[in-house]
């Protein structure tokens, strides 16, 4: 269990240009609400560290790592090497280990260790009109941790970014408005039931949640994730653009598919599936953009 005023990170990311607006820092929060089928961060979902193995780094004959652990959570056999059931990511197989096969995802932060490296580029964010952006995961759940640290950053002139999925209750995010200058929302599938289905939770407080930061004059930046044949449908497009105009949102910005995202859950004590989607052309973002214009929603990619 992390102190209040820690939170488990498990990447920060500089120089990143794609998550707002300029240069900016973005910090990778563990844990969220949501389980998307496609979830490009599945390292994110669970809250706390986590082991991950690489079996092709395994080296062949080496048992360095098997003794070490307390929990008898690592086996004999290079395929299927960890009982992740049993592992509690203590971390101590982590140096043992000399190709790095093994290696430990997010670990816990304070906001005084965080914050000067959040500072180190300020004058890269200065120039570029960038900034800080805490991601995940979902950075909301983390609020106790950004109520302390937002303050700081903000004192300084630091420009404030959150990238969110919407899934919580209003009252986590609602003490962090005042030091917050974009939210990027995520607004993945209209119809409640799909969302539930592709998400594993329905979409009411979500939408809910993006309705009450637009009455309140919250500067937001509605985004979908691009899901090939999951969200791209005429009838979803249609939804998207007729509700974010009922809202008075008048653009959405389209984040492109990529599959890297497969790669990563053999390493990952996990049973989700690779979805076996393509990464789709210049001409399909083309065709989504013109519908999604047609019914009267401008568009970014
Ligand atoms: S992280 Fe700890 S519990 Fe998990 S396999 Fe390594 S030594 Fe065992
Ligand atoms: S220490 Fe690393 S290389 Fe050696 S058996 Fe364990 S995972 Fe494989």
Not at 32 to 60: F, I, K, S
Request: charged share 25%.
């Amino acid at each position: 269990m992390t102190h209040p005023h820690e939170a488990i990170v498990y990447d920060v990311q500089r120089f990143s240009i794609h998550d707002g607006p300029g240069i900016r820092t973005t910090v990778f929060f563990k844990g969220c609400a949501l389980a998307c089928a496609w979830c490009q961060n599945p390292e994110a979902l669970h809250v706390g560290p986590e082991l991950t193995y690489d079996a092709e780094r395994c080296l062949e004959g080496c048992t360095n790592c098997i003794d070490v652990c307390a929990v008898g959570a690592l086996g004999a056999e290079p395929a299927g090497r960890v009982d992740f059931a049993r592992c509690t990511a203590c971390g101590d197989c982590v140096d043992p280990c000399p190709t790095g096969a093994l290696r430990v995802i997010g670990r816990s932060w304070s906001v005084p260790e965080l914050l000067p490296v959040l500072l180190r580029d300020q004058s890269f964010y200065a120039q570029s009109g960038g900034g800080v952006t805490f991601s995940g995961g979902e950075p909301v759940l983390q609020s106790r941790f950004l109520l302390e640290l937002l303050p700081q950053l903000r004192q300084v002139g630091v420009h404030v970014a959150i990238e969110t999925c919407g899934a919580y209750p209003f009252s986590l995010l609602e003490p962090l408005l005042d030091e917050i200058d974009l939210v990027l929302f995520d607004v993945k599938v209209i119809d409640s039931r799909r969302h539930e289905r592709f998400t594993e939770r329905d979409n009411e407080n979500i939408l809910e949640n993006l309705a009450e930061l637009v009455r309140r004059g919250v500067c937001v930046e509605a985004r979908m994730p691009v899901i090939p044949g999951w969200n791209t449908d005429t009838e979803n497009l249609e939804a998207t653009a007729t509700r974010l105009r009922e809202l008075g949102l008048p653009s959405l910005t389209l984040l492109p598919y990529n599959h890297f995202w497969e790669a990563k859950l053999p390493r990952l004590g996990t049973d989700r599936k690779p979805l076996g989607i393509r990464t789709p052309d210049d001409d399909f973002y083309r065709g989504l953009r013109k519908e999604l214009e047609r019914n009267g929603l401008e568009t970014r990619l």
